[in-house]
């Protein structure tokens, strides 16, 4: 005789509905002591797309956020992350984005935490090539898109209502916003004086802020599974050295590992690109990143540290110089974004270590795009600088 088959569906629910009545306080009882120093540097997305570790993470002195994209995946020995452990600084780098986390998934991150950013430094690192003409696209938004964060943006009352607004709009243009009939309805009755929906709004906030609080339990259940450690390049050899030794080991160690090209890429990423460079010659000859969506996408960045009291300090990168002029891209397109960013920052009184002037030093990018092993000690000396509040000497070492 078969089992009905709806007793497997009612256990499911069942399950889950023991799952959500379960009291936070007792899954953050279980939560590790070590949890927020392991998640460190595993760049686990869950975490970064949730709020409980990050929470935790900024409540405590001892750890320096950086946020960026994927970048920070680089973990060489002359990483911060494992630069600073290397050196034994009473601080801890806390890694905070991936691939395609762009300013606007930055945004609703820093908006979740707006009250713990007064007077917090923080490190951003920019990449030139979020500066395409249409910004952020859906590949790079969606899966880096945070259900938990946009549900509470859609409640927090503590941001600027005209950066709000602004950021909604934007928002709204994301399948995954705008294909979530109960969040695009809250944000829509945010920005229109249509009374039907503001009707709907209100009708569906005990809908929102329940499936909210299921969002918000399922974050801590991730932070009690954790997430998977990553290979460290860990090296002894960074103590007790100054910035130009460590630069000229960078050198030796960047020679190393980029032998098989001109454009100074490390050979197992120049493999992946070699057959194709001849269909790459000259095909950025009309592209700039001096205009873009991103701008504005950043500029609710700024907003929204600035009304928090944060203290940031933004890592302008370059480009690989030899590659990009391989491929055409006009050397006036990436000085206007060199500019145009720098200017953006300062005009908010933020900090920036501009690194364009190193397009063509070698090793200062590992690959096409990312920041490379002389980058990093560049990024390593304006951290601590910035850490330790000496600004004169971080504009000087640009």
């Known amino acids: 005789m078969k089992r009905p088959v709806f007793i497997p569906l009612f256990l499911a629910f069942f399950v889950l509905f023991i799952l959500v009545i379960i009291p936070d306080r007792w899954i953050e009882s279980l939560i590790p002591k070590n949890r927020i120093s392991q998640e460190a ?51 801890t780098p806390f890694l905070i984005g991936r691939g395609g986390t762009e300013s606007l998934i930055h945004f609703l991150n820093f908006s979740e935490h707006i009250n713990q ?123 007790k050295k100054s910035w130009n030794q460590l630069e000229k080991e960078a050198d030796q160690y960047g020679a190393k590992r980029a032998t098989n090209n001109h454009f100074y890429i490390v050979n197992s990423q120049y493999n992946k690109i070699k057959a ?48 990009y002029d391989y491929t055409g891209f006009p050397k006036e397109g990436r000085t206007a974004y060199y500019e145009r960013i720098k200017k953006q920052i300062e005009a908010e009184g933020f900090q920036v270590a501009d690194f364009s002037g190193h397009e063509y030093d070698p090793y200062f990018m590992k690959d096409t795009i990312h920041i490379g092993w002389k980058g990093w000690v560049y990024t390593d000396q304006a951290i601590k600088q910035f850490y330790e509040g000496n600004d004169r000497q971080l504009a000087m070492n640009q």
């Open 117 to 239: 950013l007064k007077d917090k430094k923080i490190v951003f690192v920019l990449s030139p090539q979020w500066f395409n003409p249409q910004g952020a696209d859906e590949s790079h938004f969606v899966p880096n898109y945070s259900s938990l964060q946009g549900y509470d943006f859609a409640f927090n009352q503590q941001i600027d209502p005209k950066v709000k607004k602004q950021a909604i709009k934007r928002l709204l243009t994301y399948s995954s916003v705008k294909n979530d009939p109960i969040l695009s309805t809250l944000y829509k009755a945010e920005v229109t004086n249509d009374p039907l929906t503001k009707w709907e709004a209100r009708v569906l906030r005990p809908v929102a802020l329940a499936y909210r609080h299921v969002l918000e339990k399922k974050d801590l259940y991730y932070s009690l599974a954790g997430g998977l450690s990553r290979h460290r390049d860990l090296s002894p050899k960074v103590r």
């Open 276 to 323: 194709f460079m001849p269909s790459l010659k000259n095909k950025d000859i009309n592209r700039s990143y001096g205009v873009s969506k991103e701008y504005g996408d950043f500029q609710l960045v700024l907003d929204v540290l600035k009304q928090a009291g944060a203290k940031p300090l933004f890592i302008s990168v370059p480009v690989n110089g030899q590659y």
């Open 41 to 91: 540097t595993e760049l686990n997305p869950f975490m970064f797309q949730g709020k409980y570790i990050q929470q935790k993470m900024l409540d405590d002195s001892r750890y320096l956020p950086i946020y960026g994209s994927s970048e920070l995946a680089r973990l060489d020995r002359f990483h911060p992350s494992d630069y600073f452990q290397e050196v034994h600084e009473d601080f």
